[in-house]
T-cell receptor, first 118, second 110 residues
Framework: SAVISQKPSRDICQRGTSLTIQCQVD?????MFWYRQQPGQSLTLIAT?????????ESGFVIDKFPISRPNLTFSTLTVSNMSPEDSSIYLC???????????????FGQGTRLTVV | QKEVEQDPGPLSVPEGAIVSLNCTYS??????FMWYRQYSRKGPELLMY????GNKEDGRFTAQVDKSSKYISLFIRDSQPSDSATYLC??????????FGQGTRLTINP
């Protein structure tokens, strides 16, 4: 399986500020995704991070609020902009479609970033 | 109607019991079916991965997919306290985004 590292693992931020979360995969993956998980809830897809082009956002999520970068096949960032307490959640990145290591559709997750906005 | 339905539980069983976790879905295009285990304050961990219909066994875990009924199951035999976690089913049409169930919170009591 792939190892996906996320930084930071947790943060407490002031409202109105922005936080950038980094996701590093130990092998090349075709697809990377960003999810949000509210406490006690399931995962909601925010966007698909596309290498070298703009991310594809799901309904209810916009680029101005959640800008995403993906400069190569092993790294992506998600920024939560102009934060409010409603953004308090766990943010998870996921990789799938391993170029070398694992099956095309097996998706692996980072440990998550626990964000609290005060 | 949600695309994937999963009973959120909570489910509490004694150690050694057989646990059955289930999900139903509405999208007949789903081809790939996964079960994730998520411990508190951790990311989801891929437990079982199945393509199309059929059964797959891995140690104490068995995953079943019935595409005709749009129904998937995860069975845990000889359940252990260390199996206590939230179990999430997930599905996809291909090498694309996953659609998750709500997750079932499972507790195995010693």
């Amino acid at each position: 399986s792939a190892v996906i590292s996320q930084k930071p693992s947790r943060d407490i931020c002031q409202r109105g500020t922005s936080l950038t979360i980094q996701c590093q995969v130990d092998s090349q993956v075709t697809m990377m995704f960003w999810y949000r998980q509210q406490p006690g809830q399931s995962l909601t897809l925010i966007a698909t991070a596309n290498q070298g082009s703009e991310a594809t956002y799901e309904s209810g999520f916009v680029i101005d609020k959640f800008p995403i970068s993906r400069p190569n096949l092993t790294f992506s960032t998600l920024t939560v902009s102009n934060m409010s307490p409603e953004d308090s959640s766990i943010y998870l990145c996921s990789g799938t479609g391993g170029v070398v290591k694992f099956a095309d559709t097996e998706a692996f997750f980072g440990q998550g970033t626990r964000l609290t906005v005060v | 109607q949600k695309e994937v339905e999963q009973d959120p539980g909570p489910l509490s069983v004694p150690e050694g019991a057989i646990v059955s976790l289930n999900c139903t879905y509405s999208n007949s295009a789903f081809q790939y079916f996964m079960w994730y285990r998520q411990y508190s304050r951790k990311g989801p961990e891929l437990l079982m991965y199945t393509y199309s219909s059929g059964n797959k066994e891995d140690g104490r875990f068995t995953a079943q997919v019935d595409k005709s009924s749009k129904y998937i199951s995860l069975f845990i035999r000889d359940s252990q306290p260390s199996d206590s976690a939230t179990y999430l089913c997930a599905m996809s049409e291909g090498a694309q985004k996953l659609v998750f169930g709500q997750g079932t919170r499972l507790t195995i009591n010693p």
